[in-house]
Nanobody
Framework: QLVESGGGSVQRGGSLRLSCAAS????????VAWFRQIPGEERKRVAT????????HYASSVKGRFTISGDSAKNTVYLQMNLLKPDDTALYYC??????????????????WGQGTQVTVS
């Protein structure tokens, strides 16, 4: 089970840090991803991380502003979001799945999802 937290409302240019904690499982040998979704649109990939070695990838729209990281002691993945824009407003989801040797973390499908946390930038 994934438990997300850290969403909220912030003004343009502000920062938020989202957390994704694994309950009853571990992120070892896993990919963890953050997606976001606006009503009426498809869910979009924002950032992914290979938990074991920290290899990260980002969507072009967030590169340089968002940072994904993992804490093995807390079995938690974070998404630090800086310089937030109104276009970042969305429901943010955390997901995880096994690391895929061919597709890596960015391209693979994800099958285990959290409940989502709302981010609103005004």
């Amino acid at each position: 089970q994934l438990v997300e937290s850290g969403g909220g409302s912030v003004q343009r240019g502000g920062s938020l840090r989202l957390s994704c904690a694994a309950s009853g499982s571990t992120f070892t040998n896993r990919c963890v991803a953050w997606f976001r979704q606006i009503p009426g649109e498809e869910r979009k990939r924002v950032a992914t991380i290979r938990f074991d070695d920290g290899t990260a990838h980002y969507a072009s729209s967030v590169k340089g502003r968002f940072t994904i990281s993992g804490d093995s002691a807390k079995n938690t993945v974070y998404l630090q979001m800086n310089l937030l824009k109104p276009d970042d407003t969305a429901l943010y989801y955390c997901a995880h799945d096994a690391f895929h040797v061919i597709m890596g973390c960015w391209s693979r499908d994800y099958h285990y999802w959290g409940q989502g946390t709302q981010v609103t930038v005004s």
